[in-house]
C-alpha cells in the first residue's frame, strides 16, 4: 500500500481534536479544535471543501464559549452537525444558516469528548460520552434524553454506534474497559471486554459485523470478536505512546488506520504484525482520525500542531 499526503489545511491558533468526513458530500470535512490544547479558551469548528484547485479551503466556521472535542454529522440532514465541549454541552449546528446552535444541551457535569450519530438512521439518537463517567441518549429533534448509561467508573474517552445494528453501541473509558450495551436494556452493558490500561479508543469493522477493536494509552490496538469475550482476536504494536483514535476502512476489509501522542498516522492490516504505512509529519499529539465514506482510499486526521492532513491510500 502507498499512503501519501495530498493536501493539508491549517487550523491557525486553534489545535485539532477530531475530523468528519460528511456522509453526503464527498469533499466536505468537517474539525473539532480548540484554543490553547483544550485548556482553555474558545472552540472552532470549521467545516472545509477538500477538492478545490488551491487545497482545502474554508466553507464557513462556528465558535463557541469553550474547546471542542468531537463532531459529528447528521446522517439525515447534510447540513447539520453536532459537536461535543468541555463545559459540559453538546451543540446542534447548521452549517448553512445561523451561526448561532439551532439548539444547545448542558446535559453533562464534565468534559464532553465523543459525540456520534447513528449511521443506520433508525431513531436519529445522538450518543454523549463524558469525563463524568456516563453516556447520555438524546433525540436532537425533541432536546430530549432518551437514556443514560452509567456502568463505567473512570472518564468515558468514546462511544461509538454499531454500523450494523442500530440498537448497539461500545464505550471504552480510563476504567480500563471496552462495553458493549444495547439500548433496549439501558440499565446494563451486554458485554465487557478488560485491558491492562486505560482504553482511549473503538471503532467497529465496517466489513465483518462481530469484529470491533480498542486502543490503549500503551500504545497497542487489540481486536475482539464479540462471540469470544476473553481473549482478543489480533494485537497490533509499535505505536510508542497512547493510541488516541482508530478507525476501520469502510472499503477495504482488514484495514484499519490509528493515530497517537506518538505524532504518528499509521495504517494497517490486521492480519500482518507490522504496519502498512507509517507517517511522521505531524509535530504534535496526533488527535482526529477518519476515513471518507465516499471516497475509496481517502483519510485524513488532525493535529494539536494546527494541521489537517488529507491522505490517498492505493494498494
Request: hydrophobic share 35%; with cysteine.
Amino acid at each position: 500500500m502507498k499512503n501519501h499526503i495530498t493536501s493539508k489545511f491549517i487550523t491557525g491558533t486553534y489545535h485539532g481534536y477530531n475530523v468528519k468526513f460528511s456522509p453526503f458530500r464527498q469533499n466536505q470535512l468537517a474539525c473539532a479544535s480548540s484554543e490553547n490544547y483544550g485548556i482553555a479558551g474558545l472552540g472552532r469548528l470549521y467545516v472545509i471543501d477538500t477538492d478545490t484547485n488551491e487545497g482545502c479551503k474554508i466553507i464557513t466556521m462556528r465558535e463557541w464559549s469553550d474547546g471542542l472535542f468531537d463532531v459529528t454529522w447528521s446522517e439525515c440532514d447534510p447540513h447539520l452537525l453536532v459537536t461535543s465541549c468541555g463545559d459540559g454541552s453538546i451543540q446542534l449546528w447548521d452549517c448553512m444558516t445561523t451561526f448561532e446552535p439551532k439548539q444547545f444541551y448542558k446535559i453533562h457535569e464534565k468534559e464532553v469528548y465523543s459525540v456520534d450519530w447513528n449511521p443506520k438512521n433508525a431513531y436519529s439518537y445522538i450518543l454523549s460520552a463524558s469525563w463524568d463517567t456516563t453516556i447520555k441518549l438524546w433525540n436532537p429533534y425533541v432536546a430530549r434524553e432518551v437514556a443514560a448509561f452509567r456502568e463505567h467508573t473512570d472518564q468515558i474517552y468514546e462511544a461509538k454506534w454499531c454500523p450494523h445494528y442500530p440498537e448497539i453501541f461500545a464505550s471504552v473509558s480510563g476504567d480500563a474497559s471496552l462495553k458493549l450495551w444495547d439500548i433496549r436494556y439501558p440499565n446494563r452493558c451486554t458485554g465487557v471486554y478488560m485491558h491492562d490500561m486505560e482504553v482511549l479508543s473503538c471503532d467497529w469493522c465496517k466489513s465483518d459485523p462481530k469484529v470491533l477493536a480498542s486502543a490503549t494509552t500503551d500504545g497497542k490496538i487489540f481486536g475482539w470478536d464479540m462471540r469470544k469475550a476473553r481473549y482478543p482476536l489480533f494485537i497490533l504494536s509499535g505505536h510508542e505512546y497512547a493510541v488516541r483514535r482508530l478507525k476501520f476502512s469502510p472499503f477495504e476489509p482488514g484495514v484499519l488506520a490509528s493515530v497517537s501522542y506518538d505524532f504518528t498516522t499509521r495504517f494497517w492490516n490486521w492480519m500482518e504484525p507490522s504496519p502498512l504505512q507509517v507517517h511522521k509529519e505531524h509535530k504534535e499529539f496526533v488527535y482526529g482520525l477518519d476515513y471518507n465514506p465516499l471516497i475509496p482510499g481517502q483519510a485524513c486526521d488532525c493535529a494539536w500542531d494546527s494541521e489537517i492532513h488529507i491522505y490517498n491510500t492505493v494498494q
